[in-house]
């Protein structure tokens, strides 16, 4: 396994997605665990299945599909990440982030990302939505971040600037969009952990102190490696349970995908608005 992807890789990749979809599109998306519904609603759809594209990281996690729809929603042309890997996979954190290099090779402007994560605010619940104002890197801080190894200078800079990860304009719409249709949207920092295990209560307290709202373990590679390629990113975490800072209740997947059947529509509706409003 190769450690770090090349550009020759990104844009073999790149090549054989515009050999499957003529759509030029403006806005990717890439749906998180439980989160997928809304790819079935694209329109006039292209399906790649993840197979068929080289270089291309497959999900192994149930709750994940495995492929591209590409095509039109809300009036706007879309690539959709219908399920996406994580670094606990065993996938190099350079590999989980191909797909967001091969959306800045496409020419796509702006990536819209959406995960389940656990709620370490006490005043979320499972259920909830928060907008991502920004995010806090431990999974990088530890070492794992998706800029390692030589700088890709056609894609960014060796050091990219992550004061904005979060689109302040984009997240005014947002707003907007969630208020105009009654949806209570949260909104917080969002944590980036390697998982697969769940935090333990010592480690949520440990993240409480440090800022963060909601824990998961994806998002941040990818923001990061959008940032560095120069795309407009916007994200939600959907709140599938709360946290155990005391260690009385205990998550399971099953949670995680059961709580994305309440969080879904919510999320289909704030996505939706803003892609209109676009
Ligand atoms: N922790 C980490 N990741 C998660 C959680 C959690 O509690 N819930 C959903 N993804």
Redesign the pocket.
């Known amino acids: 396994m190769e450690p770090y992807v090349t550009l020759q890789q990104i844009d073999e990749a790149a090549h054989a997605v515009r050999s499957r979809s003529s759509y030029k599109p403006r806005i990717g998306l890439i749906l998180g ?1 439980g989160l997928n519904a809304l790819a079935d609603s694209v329109q006039k759809a292209d399906f790649i299945p993840y197979a068929d594209l080289p270089h291309w990281p497959r999900s192994t996690v149930h709750g994940h599909a495995g492929r591209l729809v590409i095509g039109e929603l809300e009036g706007q042309s879309v690539f959709v990440m219908q399920g996406r890997v994580h670094f606990y996979e065993g996938y190099s954190m350079s590999q989980v982030t191909l797909p967001v290099r091969v959306m800045i090779r496409l020419g796509i402007e702006m990536m819209f990302v959406t995960n ?3 709620g370490i605010n006490p005043n979320f619940s499972p259920g909830d939505v928060m907008l991502i104002t920004d995010n806090l890197n431990l999974i990088g801080m530890a070492g794992a971040n998706p800029l390692m190894g030589p700088n890709i200078d056609e894609l960014g800079p060796r050091f990219p600037d992550m004061s904005r990860a979060y689109d302040p304009e984009l997240m005014d719409i947002a707003r907007k969009v969630a208020a105009k249709n009654g949806i209570a949207l949260r909104e917080g920092v969002y944590c980036g ?1 390697s ?1 697969p295990s ?2 333990s209560p010592a480690d949520l307290r440990f993240l409480r102190l440090a800022g963060a709202d909601a ?3 994806s998002t941040v590679p990818e923001v990061i490696v959008a940032r560095h390629g120069g795309l407009r990113t916007l994200g939600f975490s959907g709140i ?2 709360k ?1 155990n800072l005391d260690g009385s209740t205990i ?1 399971t997947h099953d949670e ?1 995908i059961e709580a994305g059947r309440v969080i879904t529509p919510k999320l289909e509706t704030i996505l939706r608005g803003v892609l209109r409003s676009l």
Do not use: H, I, K, P
């Open positions: 665990s389940a994560a656990g952990l998982g769940f935090e824990v998961g373990m599938s349970n946290a998550t995680v």
